[in-house]
């Protein structure tokens, strides 16, 4: 009996290891955010500081809630200790500009060096 | 009066709760995680100049972004080979509408990324 467990705890670790390996780690958004659809993209790496921002204008900083100031506080201080760090913005597709444009005129005043928009591939593209 | 017991079988390692576990790992993991394909689109890059809003020399055009998503210039709504054209000859200005959807804004960003040197700039008015 514990002879054939083994080929099951085989599959299982496999499985586990293969899901650790494919995904990454990120943190989630408090709220829904549906990427833009884009085909001309590059890949996203991992780390540094993920703005989100839902239809509402709801913002989050690396899934927690906060308000616009709260978060431009927190990465002014993170990017003194880091002034390379890279700022993601996922906004939703649905967003209106009026939520996006200023906070990416914040991060043009805070001084951020690299800020990327998160899409996610456009199946039609 | 002697009595004899058989020697007791050396007792192995149970492995089922190993398994448990290993199971319980994989269906928190599956059912917590959400897999996303995501890509990006830079905004800002290390090697570019941020602007300071200091006014450029050369040809530029000046495009908006209206409410319902179109680009435009002076005179027309413009389509998306309009676009490339325009992005070709030099540096647009795209002042979008505050009412205007981020989809909007990210497929004229995608038609610039495609257009090779081509120099987009979203103007913000404070």
Known sequence: ?125 | MRLSRPARPPMGISLVPLVDVFLILLIFFIVTSTFLDLNMIPLVSADEAVSDGTPQTGASTLLRLTPEGAVRNARAILSDSELTDVLRTGRVFLIASPAADTQSLVRVLDIAARVDGADLQLVRFR
């Open chain 1, 1 to 125: 009996m514990g002879e054939a467990m083994v080929p099951l705890i085989d599959v299982v670790f496999f499985l586990l290891v293969f899901a650790l390996l494919i995904g990454r780690m990120d943190a989630n958004t408090p709220f829904e955010v549906s990427p833009p659809l884009a085909s001309a993209t590059e890949d996203l790496p991992a780390g540094g500081a993920t703005i989100a921002i839902s239809i509402e204008g709801d913002l989050s900083l690396d899934g927690s809630a906060s308000t616009q100031l709260d978060a431009l506080t927190a990465l002014t201080k993170r990017l003194q200790d880091d002034p390379d760090l890279r700022i993601r913005v996922q906004a939703d597709r649905d967003a209106d500009l009026r939520h996006l444009l200023p906070v990416l005129d914040a991060l043009n005043t805070l001084g951020a060096s690299e800020v990327v928009l998160v899409v996610t591939p456009d199946p039609d593209g």
